[in-house]
């Protein structure tokens, strides 16, 4: 079991930055990759970014450029540095880990809004 407590959010005027963390607890020792996903309003759930227990990032293209995912694994936290944000980045932002034996788990989601 991965418990997950995201915080961070907030209301930001566009070309502002924001900084979301996730911190796990749990089962800690087995995760795989922790990521980032968004659900804006009337839209499906989509991926933001992701990173590897290797360190490995992938991002969505809609946010290359402008965020950047990092972990510090002493805090067992994983971070979303989000810079120069849009209006169509708000969202209902999600943190998620995967294990190595395959099990996922969600955080309860943070809101973002980015004003014009």
């Known amino acids: 079991q991965v418990q997950l407590v995201e915080s961070g959010g907030g209301l930001v005027q566009a070309g502002g930055s924001l900084r979301l963390s996730c911190a796990a607890s749990?089962?800690?020792?087995?995760?795989?990759?922790r990521g980032w996903y968004r659900r804006a309003p009337g839209k499906q759930r989509e991926l933001v970014a992701t990173i590897t227990s290797g360190g490995s990032t992938n991002y969505a293209d809609s946010v290359k450029g402008r965020f950047t995912i990092s972990r510090d694994n002493a805090k067992n936290t994983v971070y979303l540095q989000m810079n120069n944000l849009k209006p169509e980045d708000t969202a209902v932002y999600y943190c998620?880990?995967?294990?190595?034996?395959?099990?996922?788990?969600w955080g309860q989601g943070t809101q973002v809004t980015v004003s014009s």
């Open positions: 749990g089962s800690i020792f087995s995760i795989n990759t």
């Open positions: 998620k880990v995967v294990l190595s034996v395959g099990a996922w788990y």
